[in-house]
């Protein structure tokens, strides 16, 4: 199945809520989700029956949608999740977060995840000072990833970086945005994501 190219914020509406995939729009009043609360298409007002099947369905398109992936994408993470041990819900949201579209994200170099994914294929940062362009690599503990030299000035990064403390950072990345640079100081836990998510719902899709 293709990633998803159309409107962005039709997404957040059928689920219900922010995803935050149109960057800095999400944080005003213009956010689609507060101006049309109810879900799209013209069936969108009526009542929505709800399912066993529709709730587990929806959770797992929350997140998959949420990090922008495409759903064979989705399943190979699941798997590899479901192979570690401890909780596969739990391993599934941090391997999701470790992705390096994620990581500058949350860094605050871009406003959302598909715009970091944009800059990465195109080469303007660096993975413990090598060129990576590579937006699903998975960042270890330790590592530092930087602007490189010549972008430090791009429009998009200098714009995100203005609305950075609006947004929040996360606790296990450590930010200099002076210098570019974030350090991942550890690897997160389920307490630090703030994602609204039943991740066992997902597992509880895939195990059928």
């Known amino acids: 199945m293709a990633r998803y190219t159309g ?46 099947y529709r709730i587990h369905l929806r959770e797992k398109q929350k997140v998959r949608s949420t990090y922008g992936l495409s759903e064979s994408q989705f399943k190979r993470y699941y798997e590899m999740a479901r192979s570690q041990r401890g909780a596969t819900g739990e391993n599934l949201l941090v391997l999701l977060e470790r992705r390096l579209d994620n990581i500058i994200y949350r860094s605050g170099f871009t406003t959302s995840r598909a715009e970091a994914r944009q800059l990465i294929d195109h080469g ?54 002076d210098a570019r640079k974030a350090t991942v100081k550890a690897l997160p836990e389920r307490t630090d994501l703030p994602m609204a998510v039943e991740e066992r719902l997902i597992v509880e899709f895939y195990s059928k």
């Open 7 to 52: 409107p962005v914020c039709k997404v957040c509406r059928r689920e219900g809520g922010k995803l935050f995939l149109k960057g800095q729009r999400c944080y005003t009043d213009k956010c689609a989700v507060v101006t049309r609360e109810n879900p799209p298409g013209q069936h969108g007002q009526g009542r929505i029956r709800t399912s066993e």
């Open 124 to 177: 303007h940062f660096r993975v413990n000072g090598r060129k990576t362009d590579i937006p699903s690599y998975l960042v270890k503990e330790g590592d530092v990833i930087e602007v490189k030299e010549k972008s430090k000035t791009l429009h998009a990064i200098v714009e995100a970086l203005e609305v950075r403390e609006q947004r929040g950072s996360a606790e296990w990345i450590e930010v200099d945005a």
